[in-house]
């Protein structure tokens, strides 16, 4: 179907605004499909051509102003509408069909007990596929919803609900939203309710969830409260919706989607095993970023999709502040740099790389395209050194004009610099050019000589001025650090102890830049690295490195000796497990030469034993050490097989079946159990993680046979749900015997492109990306590559294979600059 494109849009909302929409929906169906009934009260401007945005699995019937229409024009999900100046009502009966992808309607049933739950994703432009609309975010538009469920279901919605005659709920009428922001969940969800501050508070989740729902809700509830607290303080505006509901829904795609009044979070936040302190902040920072969300995209949306940044820069700026200012987890800048500025480095280094605002976005799908790291971590970057540039307070004071000015309606990058500009008295134009219309991300430098300097990218030419820090270590303690704004290409810098054994730039990761080390602090690392007090600067070394293996300019093998020196002393979750997981799944298993990563794997298992045995039993720094050694650890008979036979586990992951399954994964791909034991721990875990778990350890036996049926399984089978999918491409390409797997190389870039015939975009495209075969570091793939690029692929699948190129291609640059030792 064609993508809306923006001059479309700008002629529709041109010709008219909606008023009020109604909205019958039936979901006593079946199981495959559910009834949609729309009532449009719009408002022409003056006479002309238009459409309605429908996609159904039948269209039965429409109207405008009672006169039927011929539902036979309707083409390409577009009814065409006839409209002459004033009110009309545009009516559309259709039946929809339920969704496995995660867009639109989606429906999963819960192995646990066969319960069925329905949620809606309408971002980007999955609305049609529920209800008829004019779906574009600035034409807004209240709702009024009526919903038809079985007896036992829950209805939950933007506006609180209540159940009336014949199992119809009748949800509050809405404020005007833009047609991505409606939600619809629906199932026998169980609730935890509270109130705070006069706003109503319900916690869901599935029925089989309910003991980790009650578990978590009490600091899930407090993180609600305090954000709630932090962001009336700041924005000058209360919360403008209905009551304020967390829905924690199955095989959802994203982490969270900000729907006013019914945010939706995917359910594996509700932890059912052991966690650690790491994945609570994550939680806590998902909560804040989406009730943030309420001001910065739901109350003012864009007004295309080039401005999607507003929406997200902010929400993930505003969740780490709110974090650090208002809540137990002042760690949560740390963990931004390791976990999010690690993800928009890396999309910065992609060709597809694009400015934060402003990118070219001639349709919805354009748009879809360039919504990555960094419209969140770069944007979240940029939103600091504009506060370095005006100042907090009038930061603060042209959030509340941006927000005040456009209440309930929409905005534009011109509109947000405009209010920045009036609150500080300085012009942005220049600032804006460098830092949110130009792609690309700055290198800093320090030489012993006390200059600084700051490059940019040759593809990329930018004037950016860069507030941030310098800081010296010796001894792994701090013995200098200055701030400084650097405006040039090159300046000096007074203060600094330059006789240091280190010398970081951007020591508090305040500025969006690659810090490049001199030649005598990368020498001095491994000894420094391990004793550094700071943990932000820890983590400003473990990025920068990152980048720097990535571009061919550090030898992974210091990575390597530096997890191996560090990690066993690293005291911070997210550095432990983030650096962790990029050393096992990056750097020694895609940059090291083939026959250094075994060893180089058991180096990383014998750092997971030492802290295991050191570390506090039961405690979140041995939990991550524990799951380091299932990881990569070769001891068999010592650690896999009594560990998946519950035999000898550390304290606090006894009875865990997440924990079982990363073991039977790793047993699975040796050759060690196969389907019998995949079935019985799968019969012993009946739920959506175990059937998850199954999935891939399955996918991982390494036999010609199990390889054939999971790739047959993973390509052709249309029943299985976004999730499933990306579950068995985790195990497919980690035998042992890569001979098993060598023929499907080609195979993926002819079979995968073909998926879009039944599964939506932005589930191909993550299926694209987890599918990769980033493994097979060679010519020969890349050639592949190359060659499918040269053809006929959905937009997603495209910007899926060309960043995951660019992954390989680091990794050959990589490999040829660090080549194997000739001794």
């Known amino acids: 179907m064609p993508s809306l494109t923006r001059d479309e849009a700008l002629a529709r909302a041109d010709l008219l605004a909606v008023n009020r929409t109604e909205v019958e929906i039936d979901l006593d169906l079946g199981a495959e499909t559910f009834g949609s009934l729309t009532r449009i009260h719009l408002t022409a401007a003056a006479g002309g051509e238009t459409f309605v945005d429908v996609k159904p699995r039948e269209l039965l019937r429409a109207s405008l102003d009672g006169v039927p229409l011929d539902v036979d024009a309707w083409a390409d999900g577009r009814l065409p509408l006839t409209l002459t100046p004033g009110e009309h009502v545009v009516e559309v009966e259709a039946t929809m069909a339920y969704s496995h992808d995660g867009e639109g309607l989606h429906r999963a049933t819960d192995p646990a007990d066969g319960e069925d739950y329905v949620f809606s994703h309408l971002f980007l432009d999955a609305a049609p596929a529920v209800f008829a609309c004019f779906d574009q975010p600035d034409i807004k538009s209240t709702y009024a919803f009526c919903v038809k469920a079985p007896a036992e279901w829950r209805v939950i919605g933007n506006g609180s609900g209540a159940v009336g005659d014949g199992g119809v709920w009748h949800l509050a009428e809405t404020q005007p939203l833009s047609t991505y922001f409606v939600a619809l969940c629906a199932g026998p969800y169980v609730s935890v309710t509270d109130e705070h501050d006069g706003i109503a508070l ?56 900000e729907n006013p009044g019914c945010v939706v979070l995917r359910d594996s936040y509700l932890f059912r095993g052991a966690v650690g302190r790491d994945e609570l902040l994550t939680r806590a920072n998902t909560i804040s970023h989406e009730m943030a969300h309420m001001w910065f995209g739901d109350l003012v949306s864009p007004q295309w999709w080039d401005d999607l940044w507003l929406n997200e820069s902010f929400a993930e700026y505003m969740a780490h502040r709110c974090l650090v200012e208002a809540t137990e987890y002042t760690e949560a800048w740390v963990d931004s740099t390791m976990s999010r500025k690690s993800w928009g480095y890396g999309a910065e280094r992609a060709p597809s790389t694009h400015p934060v605002a402003g990118s070219p976005a001639p349709d919805a799908k354009s748009a879809l395209a360039n919504f990555d790291g960094i419209s969140y971590a770069k944007g979240a970057a940029v939103i600091r050194q504009l506060i370095e540039f005006i100042g907090d307070e009038a930061f603060l004071a042209g959030i509340r004009q941006y927000l005040g000015d456009h209440s309930f309606g929409n905005g534009t990058l011109a509109d947000f610099l405009g209010a920045m500009e009036a609150a500080s008295g300085r012009s942005l134009h220049d600032w804006s050019r460098g830092w949110l219309e130009t792609a690309g991300v700055d290198t800093i430098a320090v030489d012993r000589a006390g200059a600084v300097t700051r490059t940019a990218p040759r593809a990329h030419p930018a004037d950016r001025p860069h507030a941030f820090d310098i800081a010296t270590y010796s001894g792994g303690q701090e013995t200098s650090r200055v701030a400084l704004t650097l405006d040039a290409d090159r300046a000096p810098v007074a203060g600094l102890d330059l006789a240091a054994a280190l010398v970081l730039p951007n020591a508090g990761d305040l500025t969006w830049a690659t810090p490049l080390l001199d030649e005598d602090s990368l020498r001095a690392l491994p000894a420094e690295l391990p004793r550094l007090s700071d943990a932000q600067a820890r983590a400003v070394v473990w990025v920068g490195l990152r980048d720097g293996v990535a571009l061919a300019q550090v030898d992974p093998r210091l990575m390597v000796d530096l997890g191996e020196a560090a990690l066993v002393g690293e005291t911070n979750d997210s550095i432990f497990s983030r650096a962790g997981m990029h050393l096992t799944n990056r750097v020694i298993r895609v940059l090291l030469p083939d026959d250094e990563q075994d060893a180089a794997r058991a180096r990383m ?31 068999v008979e010592g650690r896999l097989l009594p560990w998946a036979q519950g035999r000898d586990l550390p304290a606090g992951l006894e009875g865990d079946a997440d924990f079982r399954w990363i073991l039977l994964g790793q047993l699975s791909r040796r050759g060690l159990v196969g389907e019998a034991e995949i079935d019985a721990a799968r019969a012993a875990d009946n739920t959506m993680s175990g059937q998850l778990g199954a999935l891939t350890a399955r ?39 890569r001979s098993l797997v060598e023929p499907y190389v080609a195979r993926y870039f002819s079979d995968i492109p073909q998926m879009t015939e039944w599964l939506g975009e932005d589930a191909l495209a993550r299926v694209t990306s987890m599918t990769y075969p980033s493994r097979f570091v060679s010519e020969r793939t890349l050639e592949l590559s190359r060659v499918a690029l040269t053809g006929d692929l959905q937009q997603g699948v495209r910007r899926a294979i060309v ?9 050959l640059a990589s490999r040829r600059a660090f080549p194997p030792s000739r001794a």
């Open 605 to 635: 298992a014998a750092v997971g034993e030492r802290v295991l045995a050191e570390a506090e039993p039961g405690s979140s720094r041995a939990l991550h050490a524990a799951r380091l050694v299932a990881r990569t650890t070769d001891d």
């Open 803 to 811: 960043d995951a190129q660019s992954e390989l291609e680091e990794a």
């Open 699 to 737: 996918s991982a036996i390494p036999t010609a046979e199990g390889k054939a049926a999971a790739w047959a399984d993973l390509t052709t089978n249309r029943a299985r749900s976004n999730h499933e999918l990306v579950a068995i491409a985790a195990g497919f390409w980690g035998p042992q015997d």
């Open 202 to 257: 319900g916690l869901y989740a599935r029925r089989s969830m309910q003991e980790q729902l009650r578990e978590a809700a009490p600091e899930m509830l407090e993180i609600t409260r305090r954000s709630f607290d932090y962001f009336h303080s700041i924005f000058g505006i209360r919360y403008p919706f209905d009551d304020y509901d967390q829905v924690f829904v199955p095989e959802f795609n994203a982490g969270a989607m």
